[in-house]
């Protein structure tokens, strides 16, 4: 199975952009899902998530207020929706999943997925 994401691309600051993406092939519906970035010469960290099939949903500090995580659980799809990006948003945006329960804490560096799909660039300008 994996995690088909989509919606990266380039924008200018103050844009919006939604990425999304899909649990596809597997027979799990629930779990906990979200998204990762990482910027170059920066350290990973966590960005949004939420339980799949629940409303639980944790937005990291860095991104809180511009930033929210959505899903439509009947396609196992989740959305990161980012308003007012700056170029401090550029980075390479991963989907992420657990079949567990959401590992993840106030440190967003530290937070814990087991599957992570391949990436969607992300560029603002």
């Known amino acids: 199975w994996q995690l088909v994401e989509s919606g990266g691309g380039s924008v200018e600051a103050g844009g919006s952009l939604r990425l999304s993406c899909q649990v596809s092939r597997s027979t799990y519906s629930v779990g906990c899902m979200g998204w990762f970035r990482q910027a170059p010469g920066k350290e990973r960290e966590g960005v949004a998530a939420?339980?799949?099939?629940?409303?639980?949903?944790h937005v990291a500090d860095s991104v809180k207020g511009r930033f929210t995580i959505s899903q439509d659980s009947a396609k196992k799809t989740v959305y990161l929706q980012m308003n007012h990006l700056t170029p401090e948003d550029t980075a390479m945006y991963y989907c992420?999943?657990?079949?567990?329960?959401?590992?993840?804490?106030?440190?967003?560096?530290?937070?814990?997925?087991?599957?992570w799909g391949q990436g969607t660039q992300v560029t603002v300008s």
């Open positions: 992420v999943f657990d079949s567990g329960p959401c590992k993840i804490g106030n440190d967003a560096t530290r937070w814990e997925f087991t599957h």
């Open positions: 939420t339980w799949l099939g629940g409303t639980t949903a």
